[in-house]
């Protein structure tokens, strides 16, 4: 299983970035996909998360109406749209999937909101 994000930048509050996620090694539109995010001095934290059919979404309360998550399963790839951005989504943001009982986690792909 490999997962491999990019897409994260240096962008003005207010903005917004589109985080992709190109999965492989596992049948990827079978396998629900989460991306989390990382703060400097802070836990891990779950934001949202999609059904492998992508019918099902969930969001963390503090990004509910400026993010949106999706997938392409012809391209097996996830996406994570963020807009409205603010400081606090400073981050690294990760992409995860739960496969055949174990976690695995993409390297990271930072995002700094700062004017």
């Known amino acids: 299983v490999q997962l491999v994000e990019s897409g994260g930048a240096l962008v003005q509050p207010g903005g917004s970035l589109r985080l992709s996620c190109a999965a492989s090694?596992?049948?990827?539109?079978?396998?629900?996909m989460n991306w989390y995010r990382q703060a400097p001095g802070k836990e891990r934290e779950l934001v949202a998360r999609?059904?492998?059919?992508?019918?099902?979404?969930n969001y963390a309360d503090s990004v509910k109406g400026r993010f949106t998550i999706s997938r392409d399963n012809a391209k097996n790839t996830v996406y994570l749209q963020m807009n409205s951005l603010k400081p606090e989504d400073t981050a690294v943001y990760y992409c995860?999937?739960?496969?055949?009982?174990?976690?695995?986690w993409g390297q990271g792909t930072q995002v700094t909101v700062s004017s």
């Open positions: 090694g596992f049948r990827f539109s079978s396998y629900e």
């Open positions: 999609i059904s492998g059919a992508g019918v099902r979404k």
């Open positions: 995860n999937a739960y496969v055949a009982a174990y976690d695995y």
